[in-house]
């Protein structure tokens, strides 16, 4: 059985920093390529970030040079780091696990989410 385990988000004040963490299991982790998603109200959900198998990275433009995505194979991981926190960051965010990495995927799992609160 597979599962996506978001945790680490919460309410931050904005220029704030969270990280977020997604356990994976019941997948062969390092031939996914992994991400991360963001849905806030009444919004479609947006690619954040992603880092493929060999861990190169892709960032939305709006969160370049604030937000970092990273693995670990050996733990099954994949993290977020997020600097400098903005109120448009709000959202709920989503690991997501995909394979193969382009095209197509054959297999694509979702995680439940975990929500992110940026306010003072």
């Given at each position: 059985q597979v599962?996506?385990?978001e945790s680490g988000g919460g309410l931050v004040q904005p220029g704030g920093s969270l990280r977020l963490s997604?356990?994976?299991?019941g997948i062969i982790f390092p031939i996914y390529k992994m991400g991360w998603y963001r849905q806030a109200p009444g919004k479609q959900r947006d690619l954040v970030a992603i880092i493929t198998r060999d861990s190169s990275t892709?960032?939305?433009d709006s969160v370049k040079g604030r937000f970092t995505i990273s693995r670990d194979n050996g733990k099954?991981?994949?993290y977020l780091?997020?600097?400098n926190l903005?109120?448009?960051d709000a959202a709920v965010y989503y690991c997501n696990a995909?394979?193969?990495g382009d095209g197509v995927p054959t297999y694509d799992y979702w995680g439940q989410?975990?929500?992110?609160?940026?306010s003072s």
């Open positions: 599962q996506l385990v997604c356990a994976a299991s892709n960032y939305a099954k991981m994949v780091q997020m600097n903005k109120p448009e995909r394979f193969p989410g975990t929500q992110v609160t940026v």
